[in-house]
């Protein structure tokens, strides 16, 4: 059988502009999909390297605005805390907490609280219940985590909260829960949610008026196409987070390896952050489906470490 001559057959395959379109996709492809895939595999393998003080904290205090943020934003943040292996101050954290014992079936080797500060869709009792649930799921006890429902902090996205109000409450149980470390949003709010705004700000407030409190890490907002990429967003975030700790700013009461902390899900710890999401009955919709396959905060979290006196919130110098 006579072998075919295919470029003879096809010229247009194989002209100046054709290979260079071939050299282009292959470039597409390798970084949109195989490095991307690549990299993930090898940081959800393995420990990530954690900030020294956030890894060391023992009372980790997570400020987040409604049920569900826990695990529609949190997720590999969470799962990273409460995987980490037992410290010997376990028994001293354990006088701080209250309420009764978590049927969680996952061991909770350090302490890390959850404080939601609003109401969500009228669905009080029911989603109390799914937070339990979810909380229980992530490995964190249902004592740790409370519930505020504070005087006009509704579930509405274009609704400015109290800052003075969240300030007062957010301090109030850093002092009681004795937080050496404290997690929220960023500036931009992930979403760009008012009320994660809010939160957010309030928080940095506290941060820069009191010379006592613990450290703070926001997570990073990130624009749509990146919210949406599910991991295709993660060379980038990685490379960002290599460069923020080396060229961190020296004269910083934070070591260097302060900067930033970058947690990635397993497929494992992934399928948790969805098993806790659909504890929540609020979140029971057609788009959360496809938010938990795409969306990069259900894959990785990327945090940034908030100095006082910065000139950008959420942002180390």
């Known amino acids: 059988m006579p072998r075919r001559n295919w470029r003879k057959k096809y010229p247009f395959l194989y002209t100046r502009r054709a290979y260079l379109v071939r050299t282009i996709f292959t470039y597409i492809i390798t970084y949109f999909a195989l490095l991307p895939t690549l990299l993930w595999l090898v940081l959800a393998s393995q420990s990530n390297p954690f900030p020294e003080q956030l890894y060391d904290a023992q009372r980790v205090l997570i400020v987040l605005a409604h049920r569900g943020d826990e695990s529609l934003f949190f997720g590999p943040t969470i799962l990273r805390l409460t995987g980490r292996p037992e410290q010997d101050k376990l028994t001293r954290l354990l006088v701080l907490s ?13 302490i890390t609280y959850v404080i939601l500060i ?29 519930v505020r429902d504070l005087p006009g902090h509704q579930d509405d996205s274009g609704v400015v909260w109290s800052q003075a109000r969240i300030e007062a409450t957010v301090k109030d149980y850093a002092m009681k829960w004795a937080a050496d470390a404290i997690i929220s949003f960023d500036n931009g709010g992930v979403s760009g949610d008012k009320s994660h705004i809010s939160v957010s700000d309030a928080i940095v407030n506290y941060v820069s008026r009191t010379e006592s409190a613990p450290p703070v890490y926001t ?13 295709g967003d993660l060379p980038l975030t990685a490379l960002t987070h290599v460069l923020r700790r080396l060229f961190f700013n020296r004269t910083s009461a934070y070591a260097a390896n302060d900067a930033s902390a970058l947690f990635v899900n397993s497929f494992a710890m992934w399928r948790r952050s969805v098993a806790a999401l659909q504890q929540h009955e609020s979140q029971d919709s057609w788009h959360r489906y496809l938010y ?23 942002q180390s110098p």
């Open 292 to 314: 938990v396959m795409l969306s990069r905060y259900m894959w990785f979290n990327d945090l940034k470490l908030v100095v006082p006196g910065s000139a950008k919130q959420g």
């Open 118 to 146: 609003a109401d969500h869709d009228g669905k009080g009792e029911t989603d109390n219940t799914g937070l339990t649930e979810a909380c229980a799921i992530l490995g964190i006890a249902d004592r740790h985590c409370d």
């Open 219 to 231: 997570l990073t907002t990130t624009s749509v196409l990146g919210k949406y990429s599910l991991f």
């Open 98 to 110: 209250k309420g009764n014992i978590t049927q969680a079936s996952y061991p909770v080797k350090t």
